[in-house]
C-alpha cells in the first residue's frame, strides 16, 4: 500500500516544474501554488488507478495538472497586462487611470524556480510571452504550451486532454497565429545571455539614480514599452517613456536606490523611493526586457502582493 511518504517521495520532484507549468496556464504564482496543491490532492486520491505502463508519472501528473488549471480557468480565463486591454496612451502627463477591478498577470520570482529550469526556458518564461498566451482560449493555452513549451506528442496531448490528435493539430495551429499576430519583436529573438541584459541594466540602473534622462533616453530602443498595472496607461516609445519618468521624477524626487532581483528568468530591480523623513519606501517592483543593448520593454508592478512573493523589504534600512 502506497504510504504519504512513498507518495511525497515519487512526486516531490515536479513539483517546482508544476508550478511553472501552471503559471503559464493561469498568470498567476499563487494560484498556480493552489493548482499543484490541487494536483497532489487529485494525484494522491487516484494513484491507485496510475498505470505505469500507459504513462511515466511525470506525464500522469501533467494531465492532472493541466485539467485542474482548465476547471479553474471555466472562473478566471485571463490575466492580462495593459497592453492586452486598451491602447498605448498619447500624453504622459494625464492623470493615470486605475484598473484595480482585473485580475493582472503576475511576475514568478527566479527563486521559486529551479536554476536549471530558468536556463532552460527563460524565453518561454517571459513575461510578453506569459501575456501574449493569456489571449488564447483555455485549451489552445494548454495545447500550445504541452506541445511547444514541454514537447509532448500530439497524440500524448490528445489523451490528456480527451480530445483527437487531429483537434489538437488544429488548435496548434490557431494558438501559433494568434500568438503571431500579439506577442512583442523581443519573443522572436535569440536568447540573450543573462549577464548582458543585468550589464545593460546597470547602465539604466545608473542612468535612473541619475536623473539622467537622456543617457536613460539612449538606453531604450525606438519602440520601448512601459506598462504599470494596475494602472491601465501604457506607453510606447522612447520619447513618451522619458516623458513619464520626467512626471516620476517630478512628483517622487530624483532620490532613488534600484535594487536588483530576478523575475521570469529576466532582469528586474525593486525600486525605492526617498521620503520627505529620509527613508527609502518599497515603490514598485519592474521587469526589464533586453533587445541587444537596449531596453525594450519594462513592467511596473505596484502591488502589494507581488511585493510580498518577491520578499521585499518595504523600506531600506
Known amino acids: 500500500m502506497m504510504t504519504s511518504e512513498d507518495f511525497s517521495r515519487r512526486t516531490d520532484p515536479f513539483r517546482r516544474e508544476l508550478l511553472v507549468h501552471c503559471y503559464r496556464m493561469l498568470g ?39 485539467n485542474a488549471c482548465l476547471t479553474a480557468l471555466k472562473k478566471d480565463s485571463r490575466r492580462p497586462l495593459p497592453s492586452g486591454m486598451v491602447a498605448p496612451g498619447e ?36 513575461l510578453a510571452l506569459i501575456a501574449a498566451m493569456q489571449l488564447l482560449p483555455a485549451r489552445q493555452r ?4 504541452l506541445r511547444e513549451v514541454l ?44 549577464a548582458h541584459d543585468r550589464e545593460v541594466l546597470d547602465r539604466y540602473v545608473a542612468a535612473f539614480e541619475s536623473a539622467d534622462l537622456e543617457s536613460l533616453k539612449r538606453l531604450l530602443t525606438d519602440e520601448a514599452i512601459l506598462e504599470m498595472p494596475p494602472f491601465l496607461n501604457w506607453f510606447i516609445g522612447a520619447d513618451a517613456y ?38 527609502y519606501r518599497l515603490h514598485t517592483l519592474q521587469v526589464f526586457a533586453v533587445e541587444g543593448s537596449r531596453i525594450s520593454r519594462n513592467v511596473v508592478f505596484m502591488d502589494d502582493e507581488v511585493f510580498s512573493l518577491f520578499g521585499l523589504a518595504p523600506r531600506l534600512s
Open 151 to 194: 514537447g509532448l506528442p500530439a497524440a500524448e496531448v490528445a489523451e490528456m486532454l480527451e480530445t483527437s490528435t487531429a483537434a489538437v493539430n488544429s488548435g496548434l495551429q490557431r494558438a501559433r497565429a494568434r500568438l503571431g499576430n500579439v506577442t512583442p519583436s523581443e519573443d522572436s529573438l535569440g536568447e540573450p545571455s543573462s
Open 242 to 279: 522619458t516623458r513619464f519618468i520626467a512626471r516620476v521624477y517630478e512628483m517622487r524626487g530624483t532620490d532613488w536606490k534600484l535594487l536588483p532581483v530576478a523575475a521570469n528568468g529576466q532582469p528586474a530591480v525593486a525600486a525605492y523611493a526617498r521620503a520627505d523623513d529620509g527613508v
Open 28 to 66: 498567476s504564482v499563487h494560484d498556480a501554488e493552489d493548482l499543484v496543491q490541487e494536483t497532489m490532492l487529485r494525484a494522491w486520491r487516484a494513484f491507485d488507478q496510475y498505470d505505469e505502463s500507459r504513462a511515466s508519472l511525470r506525464t500522469w501528473l501533467y494531465r492532472i495538472a493541466t
Open 91 to 126: 500624453d504622459p502627463t494625464l492623470p493615470l487611470k486605475p484598473g484595480h477591478e482585473v485580475s493582472w498577470l503576475q511576475p514568478i520570482p527566479d527563486a521559486m524556480l529551479d536554476p536549471a529550469a530558468v536556463l532552460a526556458s527563460r524565453g518561454s518564461l517571459r
Open 142 to 145: 494548454a495545447i500550445l504550451i
